[in-house]
């Protein structure tokens, strides 16, 4: 979707207790695989005195995403794949979701596991707070000093952050704008200066 996708806007923590069994799910954003096995990592270090750490993460949103999921010892398919479920049923991206379970003594076979795992799961994103991602394209502009100001307003009137200016023969401003108003600001740059100064997208 052009005006972004929604994220977590920070770690959330819920638990639900089965049979005696503790579930608690972690739910953090995650916007690449390395923080996504970070948060896992940390996850599992916070509550070592749980017995499994199942999780499921999805990197990316819509078309283009990377996921993986892990059961960590429960059997096969009872764990991973519930939480998986539940993390792609949500409109949400760059997400990882950790149920730890801490194990009360009574086996809750695989049809309880599979219930617990995804009730888990679904309870964490019941109130979890959330953000818009909003994606943004790196664009540097080289204008004459005359018209810097003007630029330079006109950047905070696209919602556009500003990443580096340099003073030189002319200036080169770097920012990040928003994906859907790049062509815009691109043309009322163009119409400003007369064409004296160009918008160029630079990833």
């Known amino acids: 979707m052009s005006d972004g996708y929604f994220i977590p806007a920070q770690l959330h923590r819920t638990e639900i207790v089965v049979v005696n069994s503790r579930f608690i799910t972690t739910i953090r954003y995650t916007p690449t695989v390395h923080d996504a096995r970070t948060a896992i990592r940390e996850t599992r270090s916070e509550l070592d005195e749980m017995h499994n750490h199942v999780f499921a993460y999805r990197v990316g949103y819509g078309n283009s995403v990377i996921e993986s999921m892990s059961d960590d010892g429960e059997p096969s398919g009872t764990a991973g794949p519930p939480v998986l479920?539940?993390?792609?049923?949500?409109?949400?991206?760059?997400?990882?979701?950790?149920?730890?379970?801490?194990?009360?003594?009574?086996?809750?076979?695989?049809?309880?596991?599979?219930?617990?795992?995804?009730?888990?799961?679904?309870?964490?994103f019941k109130a979890l707070p959330l953000e818009r991602k909003i994606q943004r394209r790196t664009i540097g502009v080289e204008t004459p000093y005359r018209y810097y100001e003007q630029i330079r307003r006109m950047i905070e009137k696209y919602d556009g952050v500003s990443i580096d200016e340099t003073f030189a023969g002319d200036i080169t401003l770097t920012a990040k704008v928003a994906i859907e108003k790049i062509p815009l600001f691109s043309v009322e740059i163009t119409e400003l200066t007369a064409g004296v100064v160009q918008c160029v997208i630079l990833d």
């Open 85 to 124: 479920a539940v993390l792609r049923g949500i409109d949400i991206g760059d997400t990882t979701v950790i149920v730890s379970r801490f194990f009360g003594g009574t086996k809750l076979g695989t049809g309880g596991l599979v219930r617990s795992y995804t009730e888990a799961a679904q309870e964490g």
